[in-house]
């Protein structure tokens, strides 16, 4: 299934609910415009500077890039090979392995780093046979080196990431497939990871509450539909980064 596909499901599953609402912008980054949040404003909230360190890390690794920044090439990107990761990090570092892309489906790639949890990310190939030429990244979890300019990783949260764009972004509700994914910003500083190459996906989750007051916040931002980041739920929630997709195929 091509990330377009993937994009194609998500947005009819979006419209079979909400067919009388404006339609979702693209999930994955595949369109250029922004939709406007469902939610009204509310509350604020000062932003977060972003983060330099990885707490828990080795503090000699270094930061290993996604995308471009501030001169640096990114480690991987649309041209990468098999043996270029060979080269660049050691064939004990490679393994072959079925990728998950959602929905029950998974195609043939290459795990680089598959146990190291923070260094760890999964490949599919555009060319499977020659492995070269990445069709998509992907990474998950709490936290990790990969980073995308100019300093989003796992484990940013939802303030971090306003402060890289210099404003609020849109996301989907809670508590369903689809749900926590940055859909909108809103013509800010990141407006670059939509609709370009790499197309850049970010979902974000909160975290597991455990008074009553929590979860009420919780509830009041879930569903299949758009909020702001500025309303009050939202900025008291903060929700952190747990999935990163890069996808270099074709809109």
Same mark, same amino acid.
């Given at each position: 299934?091509?990330?377009?596909?993937?994009?194609?499901?998500?947005?009819?599953?979006?419209?079979?609910?909400?067919r009388?609402?404006?339609?979702?912008?693209?999930?994955?980054?595949?369109?250029?415009?922004?939709?406007?949040?469902?939610?009204?404003?509310?509350?604020?909230?000062?932003?977060?500077?972003?983060?330099?360190t990885?707490?828990?890390?080795? /503090?000699? $690794? &270094?930061?290993?890039? =996604?995308?471009? @920044?501030?001169g #640096?090439?990114?480690?991987?990107? !649309?041209?990468?090979?098999?043996?270029?990761?060979?080269?660049?990090f050691?064939?004990?570092?490679?393994?072959?392995?079925?990728?998950?892309?959602?929905?029950?489906?998974?195609?043939?790639?290459?795990?680089?780093?598959?146990?190291?949890?923070?260094?760890?990310?999964?490949?599919?190939?555009?060319?499977?046979? /020659?492995? $070269? &030429?990445?069709?998509? =990244?992907?990474? @998950?979890?709490? #936290?990790?080196?990969?980073?995308? !300019?100019?300093?989003?990783?796992?484990?940013?949260?939802l303030?971090?990431?306003e402060?890289?764009?210099?404003?609020?972004?849109?996301?989907?509700?809670?508590?369903?497939?689809?749900?926590?994914v940055?859909?909108?910003?809103?013509?800010?500083?990141?407006?670059?990871?939509?609709?370009?190459?790499?197309?850049?996906?970010?979902?974000?989750n909160?975290?597991?509450?455990?008074?009553?007051?929590?979860?009420?916040?919780?509830?009041?931002?879930?569903?299949?539909?758009?909020?702001g980041?500025?309303?009050?739920?939202?900025?008291?929630?903060?929700?952190?980064?747990?999935?990163?997709?890069?996808?270099?195929?074709p809109?």
């Amino acid at each position: 299934m091509s990330f377009q596909a993937y994009l194609d499901k998500i947005k009819a599953k979006i419209g079979k609910s909400r067919r009388s609402a404006m339609s979702i912008v693209a999930l994955l980054t595949a369109c250029s415009g922004d939709a406007p949040p469902s939610a009204s404003a509310g509350g604020g909230g000062g932003r977060e500077a972003a983060p330099t360190t990885f707490p828990g890390a080795d /503090s000699t $690794a &270094r930061r290993l890039w =996604l995308t471009p @920044s501030s001169g #640096r090439i990114a480690d991987i990107d !649309a041209g990468t090979t098999r043996a270029d990761l060979v080269r660049r990090f050691g064939e004990a570092n490679l393994r072959a392995g079925d990728i998950s892309i959602g929905e029950g489906v998974t195609m043939a790639g290459t795990v680089l780093f598959p146990d190291d949890s923070v260094r760890r990310i999964e490949i599919v190939w555009v060319d499977v046979k /020659s492995r $070269a &030429r990445p069709a998509r =990244l992907q990474l @998950s979890g709490n #936290r990790s080196l990969w980073t995308v !300019a100019p300093g989003i990783s796992l484990g940013s949260s939802l303030r971090e990431i306003e402060g890289f764009n210099g404003g609020p972004v849109t996301l989907t509700g809670f508590g369903w497939d689809f749900g926590g994914v940055i859909t909108g910003l809103r013509g800010g500083r990141l407006q670059h990871l939509k609709g370009g190459q790499p197309n850049v996906f970010l979902r974000l989750n909160p975290s597991v509450g455990t008074d009553a007051e929590y979860e009420k916040l919780r509830l009041s931002v879930q569903g299949d539909r758009e909020f702001g980041s500025e309303i009050a739920a939202m900025q008291r929630l903060n929700p952190r980064l747990h999935e990163i997709v890069i996808s270099y195929e074709p809109r």
